[in-house]
């Protein structure tokens, strides 16, 4: 029989009828508030008002303990990033290493990872680095705003890998104004470099932002992604992380993910759920972040 696994983080409320999430089972936490010098033309930082504002590195631990205290598995670290494409972690690097010794899974989002930042993390003791993975030049320079190349975010990657981090790659499918421009190479990026787990997301049109009404990725152009995933990474678990449109066509693509042989879900609708069981799987659910295997 074959597993699979629905995460359901408490940062979102979930009830499918078969299974009901906890408030605060898994927080996302911002290291510099509201604030974000990218201001990347698919977020332009409206994502981290749904965070927890935490900018001094005492007040982190002081909220990971009142977290643990209410029954918190985990969090993730992230914030805006600086003008180098960088989350600035490196004051928050011995709070968040106490953070991980309260027992919590810490899920770091660093941006464009340095190799001093790689160290400070491992000596941290965080469970998962979540990197971005970009594999076309000009949707870094034109929606990130960043002067890098996919090569930059390769070697981000594998600057992960040899600081002993344990990594799970993130593909925003359709990143470019809903076109497929290197969600291919991304995927060979994760071949040559490896990682522990692969999420694969999809843009999420944001109101108020220049891509709020850009056209979702056809469906047969994510359907080849995922086979494409699955084939290149047959021993890499793969999720269909949370990022993703709204409505049916969220749940058509939860569909291609099982089909494609994925591992996991992230807030599977019901009918998802059904199909996954009538498909022969067994089924378990996980309030935490999809990134941890």
Same mark, same amino acid.
């Given at each position: 029989?074959?597993?699979?696994?629905?995460?359901?983080?408490?940062?979102?409320y979930?009830?499918?009828?078969?299974? =009901?999430? !906890?408030?605060?089972s898994?927080?996302? &936490?911002?290291?510099?508030?509201?604030?974000?010098?990218?201001r990347?033309?698919?977020?332009?930082?409206?994502?981290l008002?749904?965070?927890?504002?935490?900018?001094?590195?005492e007040?982190?631990?002081?909220? /990971?303990?009142?977290?643990?205290? =209410?029954?918190?598995?985990?969090?993730?670290?992230?914030?805006?990033?600086?003008?180098?494409?960088?989350?600035?972690?490196?004051p +928050?690097?011995?709070?968040?290493e106490?953070? #991980?010794?309260? @027992?919590?899974?810490?899920?770091?989002?660093? @941006?464009?990872?340095?190799?001093?930042?790689? !160290?400070l993390? *491992?000596?941290?003791? &965080?469970?998962?680095?979540?990197?971005?993975? $970009? @594999?076309?030049?000009?949707?870094?320079?034109?929606?990130?705003?960043?002067?890098?190349?996919s090569?930059?975010?390769? $070697?981000?990657?594998?600057? /992960?890998? !040899?600081?002993?981090?344990?990594t799970?790659p !993130? %593909?925003? $499918? @359709?990143?470019?104004?809903?076109e $497929?421009r290197?969600? +291919?190479?991304?995927?060979?990026?994760? #071949?040559?470099?490896?990682?522990?787990?692969? &999420?694969?997301?999809?843009?999420?049109?944001?109101?108020?932002?220049?891509?709020?009404?850009?056209?979702?990725?056809?469906?047969?152009?994510?359907?080849e992604?995922?086979? =494409? *995933?699955?084939?290149?990474?047959?021993?890499?678990?793969?999720?269909?992380?949370?990022?993703?449109?709204?409505?049916?066509?969220?749940?058509?693509?939860?569909?291609? #993910? %099982?089909? /494609?042989?994925?591992?996991? &879900? *992230?807030?599977?609708?019901?009918?998802?759920?059904?199909?996954a069981s009538?498909?022969?799987?067994?089924?378990?659910? =996980?309030?935490?972040?999809?990134?941890?295997?």
């Amino acid at each position: 029989m074959r597993n699979i696994v629905f995460y359901v983080p408490g940062t979102r409320y979930y009830d499918n009828g078969l299974y =009901q999430n !906890h408030a605060n089972s898994f927080v996302n &936490i911002s290291l510099t508030g509201a604030a974000c010098e990218c201001r990347c033309e698919h977020c332009q930082g409206k994502l981290l008002n749904s965070m927890i504002s935490v900018t001094e590195p005492e007040k982190l631990v002081e909220l /990971a303990k009142n977290l643990r205290k =209410q029954g918190c598995q985990g969090v993730l670290i992230s914030g805006g990033a600086c003008a180098d494409g960088s989350v600035p972690l490196r004051p +928050f690097a011995k709070a968040i290493e106490q953070v #991980a010794a309260l @027992g919590l899974a810490v899920v770091v989002h660093p @941006g464009v990872l340095s190799d001093d930042t790689a !160290h400070l993390l *491992a000596g941290a003791n &965080i469970t998962r680095v979540a990197l971005d993975l $970009i @594999g076309d030049d000009d949707t870094i320079r034109n929606v990130y705003h960043l002067p890098y190349t996919s090569a930059d975010y390769q $070697i981000s990657l594998r600057t /992960a890998r !040899h600081a002993g981090l344990k990594t799970s790659p !993130h %593909i925003v $499918i @359709g990143l470019h104004y809903g076109e $497929i421009r290197g969600e +291919f190479k991304a995927l060979d990026m994760v #071949a040559a470099e490896g990682a522990d787990s692969l &999420i694969l997301v999809l843009l999420n049109p944001l109101k108020n932002t220049p891509m709020s009404n850009v056209t979702f990725p056809p469906l047969y152009a994510v359907r080849e992604i995922f086979r =494409q *995933a699955r084939k290149l990474l047959p021993d890499i678990p793969i999720a269909l992380g949370c990022a993703r449109p709204p409505g049916h066509y969220s749940r058509s693509v939860e569909l291609l #993910a %099982i089909d /494609a042989g994925f591992n996991a &879900i *992230a807030y599977p609708a019901r009918e998802t759920v059904d199909y996954a069981s009538s498909c022969g799987y067994k089924i378990a659910y =996980q309030e935490m972040c999809c990134g941890i295997f």
